[in-house]
């Protein structure tokens, strides 16, 4: 796991705040490959994927990954996720042209094993998850 | 943040920065849903604006893109390829005026017999390519 994370950014460390507080920078500065591209954030679910803890009934479609993810509270779970069609193509036709980064709203144990698998071509995106999320009427 | 787009199926997620946000269909399980297929030619072309707040605005309407206007409002990513600057070069040497891509276009539509003879036609050649020059700074 410590090999694959390497490969993809995370920014970890985000107490409390408000926002009108000024937001730390969430993101590393762009590195020389990426010096000068304009940035396009990405949500995952939904939009990417279509992920649901229920495996599929008899007769709908298989879906394309199946990932065992692991809970902060060590608990164990299978996500069942179909991948948008052209979403392969897409991110990597996107990732020359832009700086990629991939959101998500739920935890960072699900979107990194997703967007290794995602990430076909080794291409590297960033990835902010949960943590990096400041929670508001919640 | 004129370099940064967003990509989400609600629209919350960037309810603070409507400007960068462009909205998705939320995908469930639909195997021929094309969005992200036809975002492809649209983004390619966002990345080459100076500020993308200029364009989303123009090309987003009623929680979708509209494709159609996005493509037109935005101008086709386009290098100057060897065949083109052969072309130009040649344009140039014929007719002694310097040749843009729009008047390419026109001389292409216009009937050779036409061309041929009319100085006219030519001035109004010339006043469409100072046209087209204004239209696409402003």
């Given at each position: 796991?410590?090999?694959?994370?390497?490969?993809?950014?995370?920014?970890?460390?985000?107490?409390?705040?408000?926002?009108?507080?000024?937001?730390?920078?969430?993101?590393?500065?762009?590195?020389?490959?990426?010096?000068?591209?304009?940035?396009?954030?990405?949500?995952?679910?939904?939009?990417?994927?279509?992920?649901?803890?229920?495996?599929?009934?008899?007769?709908?479609?298989?879906?394309?990954?199946?990932?065992?993810?692991?809970?902060?509270?060590?608990?164990?779970?299978?996500?069942?996720?179909?991948?948008?069609?052209?979403?392969?193509?897409?991110?990597?036709?996107?990732?020359?042209?832009?700086?990629?980064?991939?959101?998500?709203?739920?935890?960072?144990?699900?979107?990194?094993?997703?967007?290794?698998?995602?990430?076909?071509?080794?291409?590297?995106?960033?990835?902010?998850?949960?943590?990096?999320?400041?929670?508001?009427?919640? | 943040?004129?370099?940064?787009?967003?990509?989400?199926?609600?629209?919350?997620?960037?309810?603070?920065?409507?400007?960068?946000?462009l909205p998705i269909i939320s995908w469930f399980e639909d195997p021929r849903d094309d969005q992200l297929r036809k975002l492809v030619p649209v983004l390619e072309r966002l990345a080459q604006v100076e500020d993308v707040r200029e364009f989303?605005?123009?090309?987003?309407?009623?929680?979708?893109?509209?494709?159609?206007?996005?493509?037109?409002?935005?101008?086709?990513?386009?290098?100057?390829?060897?065949?083109?600057?052969?072309?130009?070069?040649?344009?140039?040497?014929?007719?002694?005026?310097?040749?843009?891509?729009?008047?390419?276009?026109?001389?292409?539509?216009?009937?050779?017999?036409?061309?041929?003879?009319?100085?006219?036609?030519?001035?109004?050649?010339?006043?469409?390519?100072?046209?087209?020059?204004?239209?696409?700074?402003?």
């Open positions: 796991m410590s090999e694959i994370s390497s490969k993809y950014t995370e920014r970890s460390s985000v107490a409390q705040r408000t926002p009108s507080d000024n937001l730390p920078d969430f993101l590393a500065e762009q590195t020389k490959s990426m010096k000068g591209r304009k940035t396009l954030v990405l949500d995952l679910d939904e939009t990417l994927v279509h992920s649901s803890f229920k495996p599929p009934r008899p007769g709908q479609r298989r879906p394309d990954l199946i990932l065992n993810i692991e809970w902060d509270n060590g608990e164990k779970d299978y996500v069942f996720v179909n991948v948008r069609p052209n979403a392969f193509i897409f991110l990597v036709k996107m990732a020359k042209i832009y700086e990629v980064v991939i959101f998500t709203a739920s935890i960072y144990n699900y979107a990194l094993p997703l967007i290794t698998r995602l990430d076909k071509r080794d291409i590297g995106f960033t990835i902010l998850s949960r943590r990096q999320c400041t929670l508001i009427n919640g | 943040m004129k370099d940064v787009i967003i990509v989400d199926n609600s629209p919350q997620a960037y309810s603070w920065q409507t400007e960068n946000g989303i605005p123009q090309i987003v309407g009623r929680n979708s893109v509209n494709f159609y206007e996005a493509l037109r409002a935005l101008k086709a990513p386009r290098e100057e390829s060897a065949l083109d600057s052969v072309i130009n070069s040649l344009t140039k040497f014929f007719s002694g005026t310097p040749t843009t891509e729009n008047q390419k276009k026109e001389e292409y539509k216009v009937p050779k017999t036409v061309r041929r003879n009319t100085e006219d036609n030519k001035v109004s050649l010339n006043s469409d390519f100072i046209v087209n020059q204004n239209f696409s700074k402003a």
